[in-house]
Protein backbone atom coordinates (compact mmCIF):
# COMPACT_ATOMS: atom_id res chain seq x y z
CA UNK A 1 0.00 0.00 0.00
CA UNK A 2 1.17 3.19 -0.89
CA UNK A 3 0.13 6.78 0.51
CA UNK A 4 -1.40 8.95 -2.31
CA UNK A 5 0.67 11.62 -3.77
CA UNK A 6 1.71 14.55 -1.11
CA UNK A 7 4.55 17.28 -1.50
CA UNK A 8 6.88 17.30 1.89
CA UNK A 9 8.68 20.44 3.68
CA UNK A 10 10.71 19.67 6.50
CA UNK A 11 10.99 22.34 9.02
CA UNK A 12 14.00 23.05 11.29
CA UNK A 13 12.32 24.32 14.29
CA UNK A 14 8.34 24.70 15.73
CA UNK A 15 8.40 28.48 14.27
CA UNK A 16 8.92 27.26 10.71
CA UNK A 17 6.42 24.45 11.16
CA UNK A 18 4.22 26.79 12.48
CA UNK A 19 4.07 29.39 9.73
CA UNK A 20 4.14 26.04 7.12
CA UNK A 21 1.14 25.34 8.25
CA UNK A 22 -0.18 28.60 8.22
CA UNK A 23 0.69 28.93 4.82
CA UNK A 24 -0.67 25.29 3.46
CA UNK A 25 -3.71 25.60 5.80
CA UNK A 26 -6.00 22.50 6.22
CA UNK A 27 -3.95 20.57 2.99
CA UNK A 28 -1.11 20.23 5.50
CA UNK A 29 -0.19 17.64 8.33
CA UNK A 30 2.61 17.34 11.04
CA UNK A 31 4.60 14.97 10.49
CA UNK A 32 6.16 13.68 13.57
CA UNK A 33 7.54 9.61 14.04
CA UNK A 34 4.51 8.47 11.55
CA UNK A 35 3.56 5.55 12.85
CA UNK A 36 -0.08 6.98 13.59
CA UNK A 37 -0.18 9.15 10.32
CA UNK A 38 1.39 6.87 8.07
CA UNK A 39 -0.86 3.97 8.44
CA UNK A 40 -3.93 6.05 7.93
CA UNK A 41 -2.19 7.49 5.17
CA UNK A 42 -1.68 4.13 3.47
CA UNK A 43 -5.22 2.89 3.73
CA UNK A 44 -5.72 6.36 2.19
CA UNK A 45 -7.91 7.16 5.57
CA UNK A 46 -6.20 10.84 5.59
CA UNK A 47 -4.41 12.33 2.19
CA UNK A 48 -2.84 15.30 3.12
CA UNK A 49 -1.27 16.91 0.07
CA UNK A 50 1.21 18.35 1.88
CA UNK A 51 3.46 16.89 5.02
CA UNK A 52 5.39 18.91 7.10
CA UNK A 53 8.47 17.23 8.71
CA UNK A 54 9.16 17.80 11.92
CA UNK A 55 10.83 14.85 13.18
CA UNK A 56 13.80 16.67 12.62
CA UNK A 57 13.23 19.33 14.93
CA UNK A 58 15.66 18.14 17.83
CA UNK A 59 15.40 20.71 20.59
CA UNK A 60 11.72 19.16 20.97
CA UNK A 61 13.23 15.67 22.02
CA UNK A 62 14.03 15.97 25.50
CA UNK A 63 13.24 15.31 28.97
CA UNK A 64 13.65 17.86 32.06
CA UNK A 65 12.66 17.91 35.81
CA UNK A 66 11.17 21.12 36.01
CA UNK A 67 10.54 20.69 39.99
CA UNK A 68 6.90 20.14 40.24
CA UNK A 69 6.53 18.28 36.87
CA UNK A 70 9.07 16.80 34.65
CA UNK A 71 8.75 18.46 30.94
CA UNK A 72 8.56 15.93 28.20
CA UNK A 73 9.86 17.63 24.36
CA UNK A 74 6.44 16.43 22.12
CA UNK A 75 9.12 14.85 19.48
CA UNK A 76 10.60 12.17 22.61
CA UNK A 77 10.44 8.85 21.60
CA UNK A 78 8.01 6.26 23.30
CA UNK A 79 12.05 4.33 23.73
CA UNK A 80 12.87 7.31 25.71
CA UNK A 81 10.33 8.00 27.66
CA UNK A 82 10.33 3.91 28.73
CA UNK A 83 14.09 4.04 29.43
CA UNK A 84 14.21 7.11 31.30
CA UNK A 85 15.51 7.46 34.77
CA UNK A 86 14.14 11.01 35.34
CA UNK A 87 10.62 9.83 34.55
CA UNK A 88 11.06 6.11 36.05
CA UNK A 89 11.64 7.68 39.36
CA UNK A 90 9.30 10.61 38.97
CA UNK A 91 6.18 9.52 36.86
CA UNK A 92 6.76 5.27 36.73
CA UNK A 93 3.03 4.91 35.56
CA UNK A 94 4.15 7.12 32.61
CA UNK A 95 7.14 5.32 32.03
CA UNK A 96 5.88 1.88 31.97
CA UNK A 97 2.87 2.80 30.26
CA UNK A 98 5.29 4.01 26.98
CA UNK A 99 6.91 0.69 27.32
CA UNK A 100 3.75 -1.00 26.30
CA UNK A 101 2.90 1.26 23.06
CA UNK A 102 2.94 -0.86 20.27
CA UNK A 103 6.11 -2.65 20.09
CA UNK A 104 10.06 -2.18 20.19
CA UNK A 105 10.12 -1.12 16.88
CA UNK A 106 6.85 1.38 16.76
CA UNK A 107 8.58 2.82 20.10
CA UNK A 108 12.11 3.96 18.44
CA UNK A 109 9.94 5.77 15.98
CA UNK A 110 6.94 6.68 17.62
CA UNK A 111 6.24 10.04 19.65
CA UNK A 112 4.91 11.38 23.08
CA UNK A 113 3.43 14.01 21.16
CA UNK A 114 3.07 12.51 18.10
CA UNK A 115 0.36 10.23 19.62
CA UNK A 116 -1.35 13.01 22.13
CA UNK A 117 -2.35 14.84 19.46
CA UNK A 118 -3.79 12.21 16.94
CA UNK A 119 -5.89 12.05 20.25
CA UNK A 120 -7.06 8.53 20.24
CA UNK A 121 -8.87 7.12 22.75
CA UNK A 122 -7.45 3.83 22.27
CA UNK A 123 -3.93 4.72 22.50
CA UNK A 124 -2.22 4.36 25.91
CA UNK A 125 -0.60 8.03 26.42
CA UNK A 126 -3.88 9.92 26.10
CA UNK A 127 -5.39 8.33 28.60
CA UNK A 128 -1.98 7.88 30.74
CA UNK A 129 -1.36 11.38 31.17
CA UNK A 130 -4.89 12.42 31.47
CA UNK A 131 -4.91 10.52 34.49
CA UNK A 132 -1.58 11.82 35.65
CA UNK A 133 -3.44 15.30 35.50
CA UNK A 134 -0.36 16.22 32.52
CA UNK A 135 -0.89 19.80 30.81
CA UNK A 136 -0.26 19.81 27.31
CA UNK A 137 1.37 23.19 25.80
CA UNK A 138 0.97 23.82 22.30
CA UNK A 139 2.14 26.79 20.20
CA UNK A 140 1.10 28.98 17.63
CA UNK A 141 1.58 31.85 15.73
CA UNK A 142 0.66 34.20 18.52
CA UNK A 143 3.59 31.90 21.23
CA UNK A 144 2.51 29.33 23.51
CA UNK A 145 -0.79 28.49 25.61
CA UNK A 146 -1.43 25.39 28.19
CA UNK A 147 -4.27 22.71 27.66
CA UNK A 148 -5.00 21.01 30.62
CA UNK A 149 -5.49 17.23 29.79
CA UNK A 150 -9.04 17.60 30.63
CA UNK A 151 -10.02 20.07 28.10
CA UNK A 152 -7.91 18.30 25.18
CA UNK A 153 -9.55 15.64 23.96
CA UNK A 154 -12.70 17.11 22.17
CA UNK A 155 -14.07 14.00 20.34
CA UNK A 156 -12.63 10.82 17.83
CA UNK A 157 -9.28 11.98 16.80
CA UNK A 158 -9.96 15.36 17.72
CA UNK A 159 -8.48 17.75 20.52
CA UNK A 160 -8.41 21.01 21.46
CA UNK A 161 -5.31 22.02 18.90
CA UNK A 162 -6.04 24.89 16.69
CA UNK A 163 -5.50 24.21 13.10
CA UNK A 164 -2.44 26.18 13.17
CA UNK A 165 -0.94 25.15 16.33
CA UNK A 166 1.50 22.41 17.57
CA UNK A 167 2.00 20.61 20.25
CA UNK A 168 5.46 21.34 21.84
CA UNK A 169 5.97 20.34 25.39
CA UNK A 170 3.79 17.75 27.91
CA UNK A 171 3.89 18.28 31.60
CA UNK A 172 3.37 15.37 33.86
CA UNK A 173 3.35 15.96 37.58
CA UNK A 174 5.55 14.08 39.56
CA UNK A 175 3.89 11.61 41.37
CA UNK A 176 4.25 9.42 44.79
CA UNK A 177 2.55 6.67 45.98
CA UNK A 178 0.98 3.59 43.79
CA UNK A 179 0.35 3.22 40.19
CA UNK A 180 -0.81 0.50 37.87
CA UNK A 181 -1.54 0.20 33.99
CA UNK A 182 -3.82 -2.35 33.29
CA UNK A 183 -4.02 -3.33 29.19
CA UNK A 184 -6.13 -5.45 27.90
CA UNK A 185 -5.88 -7.20 24.84
CA UNK A 186 -5.75 -10.17 22.88
CA UNK A 187 -2.28 -9.86 21.01
CA UNK A 188 0.42 -8.74 22.76
CA UNK A 189 1.41 -5.82 20.11
CA UNK A 190 -3.03 -4.37 19.93
CA UNK A 191 -4.42 -1.67 21.09
CA UNK A 192 -5.83 -2.08 24.33
CA UNK A 193 -9.29 -3.56 24.06
CA UNK A 194 -9.67 -2.08 27.12
CA UNK A 195 -7.00 -0.26 29.14
CA UNK A 196 -6.86 1.43 32.16
CA UNK A 197 -3.60 3.81 33.99
CA UNK A 198 -4.69 4.46 37.95
CA UNK A 199 -1.83 6.14 40.37
CA UNK A 200 -3.72 6.68 44.20
CA UNK A 201 -2.08 8.39 47.08
CA UNK A 202 -4.59 8.08 50.00
CA UNK A 203 -7.73 9.98 49.40
CA UNK A 204 -6.08 11.12 46.44
CA UNK A 205 -6.05 9.05 42.93
CA UNK A 206 -6.26 9.30 38.96
CA UNK A 207 -8.20 6.71 36.85
CA UNK A 208 -8.24 6.75 33.63
CA UNK A 209 -10.05 4.41 30.88
CA UNK A 210 -8.51 3.53 27.39
CA UNK A 211 -11.19 2.85 24.47
CA UNK A 212 -13.90 3.27 26.41
CA UNK A 213 -15.79 5.84 24.14
CA UNK A 214 -14.62 8.69 21.47
CA UNK A 215 -12.14 10.13 23.93
CA UNK A 216 -9.91 8.94 26.91
CA UNK A 217 -12.18 9.14 29.53
CA UNK A 218 -11.42 9.96 33.14
CA UNK A 219 -13.19 8.07 35.81
CA UNK A 220 -13.94 11.13 37.97
CA UNK A 221 -16.76 8.84 39.79
CA UNK A 222 -14.45 6.28 40.71
CA UNK A 223 -11.99 9.24 42.21
CA UNK A 224 -14.65 11.00 44.07
CA UNK A 225 -15.83 7.65 45.91
CA UNK A 226 -12.36 6.76 46.85
CA UNK A 227 -12.18 10.38 48.06
CA UNK A 228 -15.33 9.60 50.42
CA UNK A 229 -14.11 6.59 51.93
CA UNK A 230 -15.44 3.82 49.12
CA UNK A 231 -13.85 0.53 49.25
CA UNK A 232 -12.15 -0.32 45.93
CA UNK A 233 -14.66 -3.01 45.20
CA UNK A 234 -17.55 -0.16 45.24
CA UNK A 235 -15.73 2.11 43.47
CA UNK A 236 -14.45 0.05 40.72
CA UNK A 237 -18.10 -0.71 40.36
CA UNK A 238 -18.48 3.25 39.21
CA UNK A 239 -16.06 2.38 36.53
CA UNK A 240 -17.88 3.08 33.57
CA UNK A 241 -19.92 6.24 34.78
CA UNK A 242 -18.53 8.27 32.46
CA UNK A 243 -17.57 6.42 29.92
CA UNK A 244 -19.78 5.56 26.70
CA UNK A 245 -17.84 2.41 25.22
CA UNK A 246 -18.40 1.71 21.79
CA UNK A 247 -19.29 -1.96 20.44
CA UNK A 248 -16.89 -3.18 17.86
CA UNK A 249 -15.58 -6.75 16.15
CA UNK A 250 -13.41 -6.77 19.88
CA UNK A 251 -16.16 -6.29 22.01
CA UNK A 252 -19.64 -5.24 22.66
CA UNK A 253 -20.34 -1.80 24.95
CA UNK A 254 -21.79 -4.61 28.29
CA UNK A 255 -18.45 -6.11 27.89
CA UNK A 256 -16.22 -2.74 27.67
CA UNK A 257 -18.08 -1.54 30.80
CA UNK A 258 -17.46 -5.29 32.86
CA UNK A 259 -14.30 -5.12 31.23
CA UNK A 260 -13.91 -1.63 32.87
CA UNK A 261 -15.14 -2.66 35.96
CA UNK A 262 -12.78 -5.37 36.28
CA UNK A 263 -9.14 -3.86 35.64
CA UNK A 264 -10.37 -0.36 37.47
CA UNK A 265 -10.86 -3.00 40.47
CA UNK A 266 -7.46 -4.69 39.72
CA UNK A 267 -5.78 -1.39 38.67
CA UNK A 268 -6.84 0.13 42.33
CA UNK A 269 -5.85 -2.99 43.95
CA UNK A 270 -2.11 -2.60 42.73
CA UNK A 271 -2.07 0.86 43.51
CA UNK A 272 -2.98 0.28 46.73
CA UNK A 273 -0.23 -2.29 47.88
CA UNK B 1 13.12 14.59 -4.19
CA UNK B 2 16.40 13.53 -3.50
CA UNK B 3 17.76 11.36 -1.05
CA UNK B 4 21.04 9.68 0.47
CA UNK B 5 20.90 7.27 2.34
CA UNK B 6 24.18 4.95 3.52
CA UNK B 7 22.82 1.25 2.83
CA UNK B 8 25.21 -1.37 4.46
CA UNK B 9 28.00 0.51 4.62
CA UNK B 10 27.57 2.54 0.61
CA UNK B 11 26.64 5.31 -0.17
CA UNK B 12 23.10 6.12 -2.52
CA UNK B 13 22.12 8.36 -3.54
CA UNK B 14 18.10 8.84 -5.80
CA UNK B 15 15.62 11.03 -6.71
CA UNK B 16 12.55 9.36 -5.13
CA UNK B 17 8.70 10.59 -5.06
CA UNK B 18 8.15 12.48 -1.22
CA UNK B 19 5.30 9.10 -0.89
CA UNK B 20 8.17 6.48 -1.50
CA UNK B 21 8.35 4.20 1.68
CA UNK B 22 11.66 3.04 2.69
CA UNK B 23 10.81 -0.62 2.33
CA UNK B 24 10.18 0.31 -1.27
CA UNK B 25 13.43 2.07 -1.42
CA UNK B 26 15.13 -0.94 -0.65
CA UNK B 27 13.57 -3.58 -2.24
CA UNK B 28 12.97 -1.86 -5.57
CA UNK B 29 14.87 1.00 -5.93
CA UNK B 30 18.42 -0.46 -4.72
CA UNK B 31 17.26 -4.14 -5.63
CA UNK B 32 18.00 -5.86 -2.39
CA UNK B 33 14.85 -7.85 -1.57
CA UNK B 34 16.30 -9.63 1.74
CA UNK B 35 13.99 -7.24 3.13
CA UNK B 36 10.41 -8.74 3.25
CA UNK B 37 6.83 -6.63 2.98
CA UNK B 38 4.17 -9.06 4.81
CA UNK B 39 1.27 -7.17 6.70
CA UNK B 40 2.38 -3.93 4.87
CA UNK B 41 0.16 -2.16 8.42
CA UNK B 42 3.42 -2.22 11.01
CA UNK B 43 2.08 -5.29 12.64
CA UNK B 44 4.15 -8.20 11.52
CA UNK B 45 7.71 -6.77 11.43
CA UNK B 46 8.95 -8.72 7.89
CA UNK B 47 10.20 -5.42 6.86
CA UNK B 48 12.46 -4.68 9.84
CA UNK B 49 15.59 -3.52 9.66
CA UNK B 50 18.16 -1.00 11.64
CA UNK B 51 17.99 2.80 11.04
CA UNK B 52 20.84 4.16 12.66
CA UNK B 53 21.31 1.09 14.27
CA UNK B 54 17.73 0.64 15.94
CA UNK B 55 15.17 -1.57 14.55
CA UNK B 56 12.04 0.05 12.87
CA UNK B 57 9.82 -1.19 10.32
CA UNK B 58 10.90 0.12 7.04
CA UNK B 59 7.03 -0.05 5.51
CA UNK B 60 6.27 2.90 7.22
CA UNK B 61 8.80 4.98 7.11
CA UNK B 62 9.27 7.36 4.56
CA UNK B 63 12.44 7.32 2.62
CA UNK B 64 12.68 10.90 2.96
CA UNK B 65 12.45 10.16 6.77
CA UNK B 66 15.90 8.43 6.18
CA UNK B 67 17.90 10.86 4.38
CA UNK B 68 20.57 11.03 6.07
CA UNK B 69 20.71 8.12 8.16
CA UNK B 70 22.55 4.57 7.91
CA UNK B 71 20.61 1.77 7.39
CA UNK B 72 21.26 -1.90 7.76
CA UNK B 73 19.32 -4.67 5.82
CA UNK B 74 19.52 -8.01 6.08
CA UNK B 75 22.24 -7.93 3.55
CA UNK B 76 24.31 -6.61 5.51
CA UNK B 77 24.75 -8.82 8.17
CA UNK B 78 27.22 -11.23 6.77
CA UNK B 79 30.81 -10.35 7.03
CA UNK B 80 33.22 -11.54 4.12
CA UNK B 81 30.43 -14.90 3.13
CA UNK B 82 30.72 -15.41 7.34
CA UNK B 83 26.82 -15.18 8.59
CA UNK B 84 26.22 -12.81 11.27
CA UNK B 85 26.30 -14.58 14.67
CA UNK B 86 22.27 -14.33 14.90
CA UNK B 87 22.28 -15.81 11.00
CA UNK B 88 24.36 -18.85 12.10
CA UNK B 89 22.25 -19.58 15.61
CA UNK B 90 18.74 -19.31 13.51
CA UNK B 91 20.76 -21.90 11.14
CA UNK B 92 21.71 -24.53 13.86
CA UNK B 93 18.64 -23.71 16.33
CA UNK B 94 16.12 -24.40 12.91
CA UNK B 95 15.10 -20.96 14.00
CA UNK B 96 13.35 -20.85 10.29
CA UNK B 97 10.57 -22.65 9.32
CA UNK B 98 8.97 -21.21 5.63
CA UNK B 99 11.46 -18.31 6.20
CA UNK B 100 9.47 -15.56 5.14
CA UNK B 101 9.46 -13.73 8.62
CA UNK B 102 13.29 -14.45 8.96
CA UNK B 103 14.29 -11.00 7.68
CA UNK B 104 12.93 -9.52 9.82
CA UNK B 105 13.41 -11.67 12.90
CA UNK B 106 16.93 -11.32 12.79
CA UNK B 107 17.28 -7.87 12.44
CA UNK B 108 14.86 -7.35 15.36
CA UNK B 109 16.86 -10.01 17.54
CA UNK B 110 20.65 -8.04 16.85
CA UNK B 111 18.63 -4.77 17.85
CA UNK B 112 16.82 -6.69 21.13
CA UNK B 113 20.32 -8.11 22.26
CA UNK B 114 22.29 -4.40 21.16
CA UNK B 115 19.68 -2.87 23.77
CA UNK B 116 19.79 -6.25 26.34
CA UNK B 117 23.00 -7.95 25.84
CA UNK B 118 21.90 -10.89 28.30
CA UNK B 119 17.70 -11.22 27.85
CA UNK B 120 15.56 -14.07 29.31
CA UNK B 121 13.42 -15.95 27.34
CA UNK B 122 10.46 -13.47 28.59
CA UNK B 123 12.34 -10.59 27.57
CA UNK B 124 12.90 -12.02 24.04
CA UNK B 125 8.84 -13.22 23.86
CA UNK B 126 7.85 -9.77 24.52
CA UNK B 127 11.51 -7.82 23.11
CA UNK B 128 10.03 -9.64 19.54
CA UNK B 129 6.23 -9.13 20.08
CA UNK B 130 6.36 -6.95 16.97
CA UNK B 131 7.16 -9.40 14.83
CA UNK B 132 4.92 -12.43 13.53
CA UNK B 133 5.94 -16.00 12.29
CA UNK B 134 3.02 -17.63 10.68
CA UNK B 135 4.44 -20.93 10.67
CA UNK B 136 4.34 -20.31 14.54
CA UNK B 137 7.43 -21.17 14.94
CA UNK B 138 8.07 -19.11 18.13
CA UNK B 139 10.00 -21.86 20.23
CA UNK B 140 13.05 -22.19 17.96
CA UNK B 141 13.25 -18.51 17.25
CA UNK B 142 13.38 -17.70 20.96
CA UNK B 143 16.24 -20.63 21.47
CA UNK B 144 17.82 -19.12 18.32
CA UNK B 145 18.26 -15.96 20.11
CA UNK B 146 19.27 -17.41 23.70
CA UNK B 147 21.92 -19.47 21.44
CA UNK B 148 23.09 -16.30 19.63
CA UNK B 149 23.20 -14.12 23.53
CA UNK B 150 25.76 -16.73 24.79
CA UNK B 151 28.13 -16.15 21.91
New interface residues.
Given amino acids: MIPAQFDLKRASSAAEAISLIGEYGDEAKLLAGGHSLIPLMKLRLAQPSMLIDIGRITDLSYIKDAGDHIAIGALTRHMDVEKSDIVKQHVPLLAHAAGYVGDAQVRHRGTIGGSIAHADSASDLPATTLALGATYVAQGPNGQREIHATDFYKGFLESALAPDEMLVEIRVPKTTGGWSFQKFNRRAQDWAIVGVAAWRNGKESGVALVNMGSTPILATSVSAALANGASIAEAAELAAAEAEPQSDLNASSEYRAHLAKVLVRRALEESTK | ?KVSITVNGKATEHEV???T?LV?YIRETLQLTGTNVGC????C?AC?VH?NG????SC???A??ADGCAVTTIEGMSKDGVMHPMQQAFMENHGLQCGFCTPGMVM?AV??LN?NANPTEDDIR??L???LCRCTGYHNIVQSVLAAAKK
Avoid at chain 2, 40 to 43: E, R, V, Y
Fill in positions: MEPRLHDTSSGTLEAVKTILAQAGLEIGEGN
